[in-house]
């Protein structure tokens, strides 16, 4: 084996062996919403400065239609896939407990289609209101987080009721 495949080999185990089999779902997200995000910014500068459009070379703009097309092809499949993976790990989990299969280390990990499926339903939630709110996407991110915080400020507030803190 040559050395560029010594170490390449000793990349892969090392992320095999850390889990990235779980991660990879995650990462899918995060590109997917920032490709949107690049998409709703250029389209928002655009409609204010159509001569960006000029600056851009045809074929990213082609690029761009193309990856449009395979997103609206797979991103369906995978809500799909995703509710199947979760029923499934159900299913699976279930099974790990049989006699002849119970202690069998490879059922440890009978839950992953649960964890996998949960992020691909969210990939494609997320295409989803991309496609209902188009340029308004990213606002949808600042309602989320405002969202998320007066509900910590709420529970916070009510804890400190519990503790007899009043606030007016």
Sequence with gaps: MSIIGTIFSGIGNQLIGKSVFYTIPQ???LLLI????INVFINLVAEGFPDIW???PQ???NFNEVVFSYLDQYIPFLGIMGLLLILSAFSISIIKFLP???GNKIF???DAGAF?????ILLWFVYYLYNEVGNLFPLLFIILYSLVKLIRCLRIREWLRTKGIEFN
């Excluded at 920032?34 to 995000?37: E, F, G, T, V």
């Excluded at 996998?116 to 691909?120: N, R």
């Design 34 to 37: 920032y490709y949107l995000m």
């Design 116 to 120: 996998i499926g949960k992020w691909f």
């Design 100 to 102: 002849l299969i119970e």
């Design 59 to 61: 074929s990213v703009i």
């Design 27 to 29: 990462i899918g997200l």
């Design 108 to 110: 440890n990990h009978s």
């Design 54 to 56: 000029d600056v851009i």
